[in-house]
């Protein structure tokens, strides 16, 4: 199993710009969620979901959207990139309501410029 | 407002030494406390977790404490390696709703051979 994994690895914008995270899980997990991890704040929940389908808003949800059209896959999309965008950004996943652990994945990169 | 603090931002341990990180949390509803260990250019990884009917967990060099009637809790790595060396981050999650984690701002700790 590949576990969590996350596309892109790194990836600059111009601020502005759009672009789409994705994040896939091959565990059938039904949990999945966004961080944003920057210096000296620990990781931050953007938004997360419960299952396929459906999506909720986390601690910072301003200026990103989600879909969960398939149960393995959660994307993360910025629509009009900003320079405070600038961060790590980190998917989860985590089995079901039963089970606490969350899985994370390597992370991508965001620099806007 | 951030519900769980985390001391102290960084630590320098000397190898065999032991390393001691402190959270407080404010939310009594929190009652699953772990602990995530995460490397350079990795994602966070879960280390050790604890819940409330307990005051101590050991899983061989590392220990969380728990106070709850302080609302404390800290992990101890006892025998510190270099290969220790990582950020740590405490976390705490509820009973309610999606039973989201909040993390701490992080420690970064480095071991001196």
């Known amino acids: 199993n590949a576990g969590v994994t996350q596309t892109p690895k790194f990836r600059v914008l111009k601020t502005g710009q759009s672009m789409t995270l994705l994040c896939a899980q091959d565990m059938n997990h039904e949990y999945m969620y966004w961080y944003r991890q920057d210096p000296g704040m620990g990781l931050r929940l953007i938004h997360y979901?419960?299952?396929?389908?459906?999506?909720a808003k986390g601690e910072v949800p301003d200026g990103y959207n989600v879909s969960r059209l398939k149960k393995q896959n959660f994307l993360l999309g910025l629509e009009s990139a900003a320079p405070s965008q600038t961060s790590v950004y980190f998917c989860?996943?985590?089995?079901?309501?039963?089970?606490?652990?969350?899985?994370f994945g390597p992370g991508t990169r965001l620099t806007v410029l | 407002q951030q519900q769980v603090k985390q001391s102290p931002q960084s630590l320098i341990v000397q190898k065999g030494g032991i390393s001691i990180i402190n959270c407080a949390y404010e939310?009594?509803?929190?009652?699953?406390f772990p602990w995530y260990q995460q490397f350079p250019g990795k994602g966070p990884a879960l280390l050790i977790a604890i819940r409330p009917d307990v005051s101590e967990k050991k899983e061989g060099r590392f220990t969380i404490s728990f106070n709850k009637s302080a609302k404390q809790f800290s992990l101890h790595i006892m025998d510190s390696q270099p290969g220790d060396s990582a950020t740590y981050f405490c976390a705490a999650m509820g009973i309610q709703g999606a039973q989201k984690l909040v993390f701490g701002q992080g420690t970064r700790l480095t071991i001196n051979p």
């Open positions: 989860a996943s985590r089995r079901d309501l039963n089970t606490d652990t969350q899985y």
């Open positions: 979901s419960v299952g396929e389908g459906t999506t």
């Open positions: 939310n009594t509803a929190f009652d699953y």
